[in-house]
């Protein structure tokens, strides 16, 4: 049994108003039982407190006569709530007397190493921050990820959901009605894709610092990448079968090195320079070796034909809604992404992001120079956005003719992975010819 003085010492505070908001919304019970015993995993939670207008909470989601319920489960898991009134209509100051008395805490207890903070609100980032500056870890308890933004997972060091923490037998203290809308949670898909994304990164940071790629490293820098990284999510039952996942995907390759197993970026992400000094022609004919080139260049699954669609539409729209003059094409992609997750389509960020920087690469936007090299100011759209796939085409075929110098470029297999189809194939030769690389017929 872990020593108690060597345990990791937990102060928690709860927003209740935004716990009992979240909880409504997906209809998961108003219990704290779950996200105290999922702390004690790690630790002694030492302190629990939670702030916040019971009667206008509850009003809010016509719960009134569960006053008591709640009140009886913050005694049953020792919390100690302080009751803050609303001063008008609108709002009161939980939220300031959570930081304050957080604050308070970090100063006089500086044995308390890590604060939960139960709310999925964006107002306690600087507090975040603030405990981070001090040598605190911060870990945010949110309902599901939907709930909250980037910016609040990048200022976590850990969070979890306390969708994820229930079982359908759980039963609840509140009683939801069964009908309206409730959020959907992300697909499985969608974070397979981000996390295949998050490890080829991992895998290579690790390696430029000459560290070794083995598990026991790589899920400690996934998890500070990303602080909700959690394999169980994206439906793995392990570690180990999510890097497998990843080496049938063709990104990484893996081997045992001992009791660990050791992941490596794979063949067609690092092969460029083997196929530029090899004396022998490389013959990849095949659609799939041409995929796995191309998304060992971007880091990302290469998009459908379909997606990559949406995501031109989808970008227009978004550019159509933003009432500033300019906006940085990183912001501009999470905007495209939420609003493809708004109506169910499942492309990650990352992806969205390389597919519009392939388009800025191919001057289908207006743009000046932005705070990062690599993140330019978007002002205005090419108005023939009509061709923006075509330009994304030509793009990428520039970047594969410069990279696979030795390779044959056979058009009817490159307009399967471009068009889905061996439709196209006459469209590709003739961008081919206009790179001065004569097309093959890959025999």
């Not at 969070?159 to 409730?182: H, M, Q, R």
């Not at 990849?284 to 880091?299: A, C, H, N, Q, W």
């Amino acid at each position: 049994m872990q020593d108690l003085k060597d345990a990791e010492k937990i102060a928690l505070f709860v927003d209740v108003e935004n716990f009992i908001g979240y909880s409504y919304e997906l209809r998961l019970p108003v219990d704290l039982a779950p996200v105290i015993k999922k702390l004690t995993e790690t630790g002694r939670v030492l302190f629990r407190r939670s702030f916040g207008d019971l009667n206008q909470s509850l009003g809010a989601t016509q719960q009134y006569n569960r006053l008591n319920h709640v009140r009886q489960m913050l005694q049953r898991n020792l919390v100690q709530h302080e009751d803050v009134p609303y001063d008008g209509k609108y709002k009161n100051s939980s939220d300031i007397r959570l930081a304050v008395e957080a604050l308070s805490i970090a100063f006089s207890h500086p044995d308390i190493t890590t604060f939960a903070i139960v709310s999925s609100d964006r107002d306690y980032i600087p507090l975040f921050a603030k405990l981070r500056e001090l040598g605190k870890s911060v870990t945010g308890v949110s309902g599901n990820p939907t709930t909250v933004r980037d910016r609040y997972i990048t200022a976590c060091d850990a969070i979890f959901y306390v969708e994820d923490l229930y079982k359908a037998e759980s039963g609840s203290l509140i009683d939801v009605p069964k009908a309206g809308d409730t959020a959907k949670p992300i697909p499985e898909s969608y974070l397979r894709e981000q996390y295949l994304e998050l490890l080829v990164r991992a895998v290579t940071s690790l390696s430029e610092q000459g560290r070794k790629t083995i598990g026991a490293v790589l899920v400690p820098r996934l998890r500070q990448m990303q602080s909700d990284f959690d394999v169980s999510r994206a439906g793995f039952s392990s570690f180990k079968e999510f890097v497998a996942f990843g080496e049938k995907s063709g990104l990484v390759s893996t081997s045992w090195q001992g009791f660990d197993i050791l992941v490596t970026l794979a063949a067609s992400v690092t092969a460029e320079p083997a196929l530029r000094s090899s004396s022998e022609p490389t013959k990849i004919v095949s659609t799939e070796d041409y995929r796995r080139f191309v998304e060992g260049k971007l880091r990302v699954p290469m998009p459908s034909l379909d997606s990559r669609r949406r995501v031109y539409t989808t970008t227009v729209e978004a550019l159509n809604d933003d009432e500033d003059t300019s906006i940085s094409l990183n912001d501009l992609s999470h905007d495209v992404t939420d609003k493809l997750l708004s109506q169910d389509i499942t492309i990650t960020q990352p992806t969205v992001f390389k597919l519009l920087y392939s388009l800025y690469r191919a001057g289908c936007f207006i743009v000046e120079a932005g705070p990062r090299t690599y993140d330019p100011l978007i002002l205005g759209v090419s108005p023939k956005t009509e061709t923006w796939d075509e330009k994304f085409i030509e793009n990428t075929l520039y970047l594969m003719s410069h990279e696979m110098k030795r390779t044959p470029f056979v058009p009817k297999t490159l307009s399967c992975l471009f068009y889905e189809n061996e439709e196209g194939a006459n469209s590709i030769a003739k961008k081919l010819e206009v790179l001065g690389i004569e097309p093959s017929n890959g025999q």
